[in-house]
T-cell receptor, first 114, second 116 residues
Framework: ETGVTQSPTHLIKTRGQQVTLRCSSQ?????VSWYQQALGQGPQFIFQ???????GRGNFPPRFSGLQFPNYSSELNVNALELDDSALYLC?????????????FGPGTRLTVL | AQKITQTQPGMFVQEKEAVTLDCTYD???????LFWYKQPSSGEMIFLIY??????QNATEGRYSLNFQKARKSANLVISASQLGDSAMYFC?????????????FGRGTQLTVWP
């Protein structure tokens, strides 16, 4: 296990609702990245937080937003849910400044939008 | 732009045999890292092996080795002595040094099935 935890493990929402996913990073890590993995696809980068600031964003609309807290845990918020938002959401923590910024993944949150 | 291509949607191997999972990549960054991850049905991405673009030797980690051919832009994963527990999805990923720190670009994965 990596020490990265995510909650909840599963979630069912309906179109138009809002959802908050949570991630607790590995001890000592200061960077959190979020990925969306649709069924049958590889994970797609949503955004990254470093020292509580957004540090890069993938091709996702503004209704995907995030936060990082002083203890380096993080939240992913999605507003106005759409059916295509159904996916596995993975959080990865890392320590910026290491040789290759290896990312340690959590078990993911499976979101179903009906 | 970064691109990872995994052309094998599924691979089958008998227990104790070796298997090679293919990965080709495209990047304009001169410095990058290549990663392989394993994803069991539970969903967690498990780091297997890393290769830096300037590393002269191919990376090895236990039963995993990476066949890195920079000129051909390929980074194939070799699993020796396959075990039943190796059955999972395998993803190749690239992380360019010039991008968001540690950001990974993944391929679509290869489903490996190990049979007795």
């Amino acid at each position: 296990e990596t020490g990265v935890t995510q909650s909840p493990t599963h979630l069912i929402k309906t179109r138009g609702q809002q959802v908050t996913l949570r991630c607790s990073s590995q001890s000592g890590h200061n960077t959190v990245s979020w990925y969306q993995q649709a069924l049958g696809q590889g994970p797609q980068f949503i955004f990254q937080y470093y020292r509580e600031e957004e540090n890069g964003r993938g091709n996702f609309p503004p209704r995907f937003s995030g936060l990082q807290f002083p203890n380096y845990s993080s939240e992913l918020n999605v507003n106005a849910l759409e059916l295509d938002d159904s996916a596995l959401y993975l959080c990865a923590s890392s320590l910026t400044g290491t040789e290759y910024n290896e990312q340690f993944f959590g078990p993911g949150t499976r979101l179903t939008v009906l | 732009a970064q691109k990872i291509t995994q052309t094998q949607p599924g691979m089958f191997v008998q227990e104790k045999e070796a298997v090679t999972l293919d990965c080709t990549y495209d990047t304009s960054d001169p410095s990058y890292g290549l990663f392989w991850y394993k994803q069991p049905s539970s969903g967690e991405m498990i780091f297997l092996i890393y290769q830096g673009s300037y590393d002269q030797q191919n990376a090895t980690e236990g039963r995993y080795s990476l066949n890195f051919q920079k000129a051909r832009k390929s980074a194939n994963l070799v699993i020796s002595a396959s075990q039943l527990g190796d059955s999972a999805m395998y993803f190749c990923a690239i992380s360019p040094r010039g991008s968001t720190l540690g950001r990974l670009y993944f391929g679509r994965g290869t489903q490996l099935t190990v049979w007795p």
